[in-house]
């Protein structure tokens, strides 16, 4: 069982930065593949990022592609989300996400949620 708490949310104007944590409990962390993902009021949860569980390898959106970095530090058993240049199209509610195994894009392979953090992006 894994518990992830995000933090770090807020408001912006366009074109600033926001880091985003999200620490996890339990031993088994440095397993799992994680993912950061955002939903806004009536659309699908849709992927932003992923990390391996060494933190060797990670994907993008391409809507976020060049302006969010993910990174992980096992050892304080945390997962962040850099996210710069930011736009207000990036306003939602950003959640974290981890998987046994593999990371990925699908919200579907994903079995621990966090319960998400507002980011609010002004223009």
């Known amino acids: 069982q894994v518990q992830l708490v995000e933090s770090g949310g807020g408001l912006v104007q366009a074109g600033g930065s926001l880091r985003l944590s999200c620490a996890a409990s339990g031993r088994t962390f440095s397993t799992y593949g994680m993912g950061w993902f955002r939903q806004t009021p009536g659309k699908e949860r849709e992927f932003v990022t992923s990390?391996?569980?060494?933190?060797?390898?990670?994907l993008y959106a391409d809507s976020v592609k060049g302006r969010f970095t993910i990174s992980r530090d096992n050892a304080k058993n945390t997962v962040y989300l850099q996210m710069n240049s930011l736009k207000p199209e990036d306003t939602a509610v950003y959640y974290c996400?981890?998987?046994?195994?593999?990371?990925?894009?699908?919200?579907?392979?994903?079995?621990?949620w966090g319960q998400g953090t507002q980011v609010t992006v002004s223009s």
């Open positions: 996400a981890a998987r046994g195994g593999r990371f990925g894009p699908a919200v579907a392979g994903y079995d621990y």
């Open positions: 990390i391996s569980w060494s933190g060797g390898s990670t």
